[in-house]
């Protein structure tokens, strides 16, 4: 089964923007995507979601207005442009992708993950 594959990762001062990418799978089955990460202690956590069949998206209150998820459907790719980063927004970003219904935030909702990609923000 293919996985997702995230890029764009890096290292930036705060205030700074980084756009991720993720080379999806082409699959009819798949109903949702999504932007997860991870920080060292910690849950992972929703980020953001795209529901291809609608074009609908959803965003966690700490990046709301910050970041923004979009497809384009052409080349099969998931972004997460994120702008005004913030120390605490470093991570391990992971892009996910799910073929079930479920709530959007929870990692059980998907059943495909990328290897995830590095962010590091700077004071």
């Known amino acids: 089964q293919e996985r997702p594959v995230e890029s764009g990762g890096g290292s930036v001062q705060a205030g700074q923007s980084l756009k991720l990418s993720c080379a999806i799978p082409v699959s009819k089955n798949i109903i949702s995507m999504a932007w997860f990460r991870q920080s060292p202690g910690k849950e992972r956590e929703g980020v953001a979601t795209?529901?291809?069949?609608?074009?609908?998206?959803v965003y966690a209150d700490s990046v709301k207005g910050r970041f923004t998820i979009s497809r384009d459907n052409a080349d099969n790719t998931l972004y997460l442009e994120m702008h005004s980063l913030k120390p605490e927004d470093t991570a391990v970003y992971y892009c996910?992708?799910?073929?079930?219904?479920?709530?959007?935030?929870?990692?059980?909702?998907?059943?495909?993950w990328g290897q995830g990609t590095q962010v590091t923000v700077s004071s």
């Open positions: 996910a992708t799910g073929i079930m219904y479920g709530t959007w935030y929870r990692k059980e909702s998907y059943n495909s």
């Open positions: 795209l529901f291809p069949g609608s074009g609908n998206t």
